[in-house]
Nanobody
Framework: QVQLVESGGGLVQAGGSLRLSCVAS????????MGWYRQAPGKQRELVAT???????NYKDSVKGRFTISRDNAKNTVYLQMNSLKPEDTAVYYC???????????????WGQGTQVTVSS
């Protein structure tokens, strides 16, 4: 199995910064795309940012210029640096990875348990 564990969430004032981390562990052969999603109360889960194995990134328009996604392949870890946070960024943030397990050919997608980010005005 593959497990994802997020950390770094918390309470911050508007304009502040947080850095989220997500570490994957288990019987991993390779990890392809990594990404961050978020879900605010009463809303659907939405994509925040993704990064491919080659390092190409994609961002939700409202976070461009404020958030930066990065990865450390040696550590099976994806990060989300969040700057200039706004109250509307308040949500539970989830990481997602496409991973190929040892002994398998196709990848499966795995989710973390989520970490709460709260931005006060």
């Amino acid at each position: 199995q593959v497990q994802l564990v997020e950390s770094g969430g918390g309470l911050v004032q508007a304009g502040g910064s947080l850095r989220l981390s997500c570490v994957a562990s288990g019987s991993i052969f390779s990890i392809n795309d990594m990404g961050w999603y978020r879900q605010a109360p009463g809303k659907q889960r939405e994509l925040v940012a993704t990064i491919t194995s080659a390092g190409s990134t994609n961002y939700k328009d409202s976070v461009k210029g404020r958030f930066t996604i990065s990865r450390d392949n040696a550590k099976n870890t994806v990060y989300l640096q969040m700057n200039s946070l706004k109250p509307e960024d308040t949500a539970v943030y989830y990481c997602k990875m496409g991973a190929v397990r040892i002994g398998r050919i196709y990848q499966d997608y795995y989710w973390g348990q989520g970490t709460q980010v709260t931005v006060s005005s």
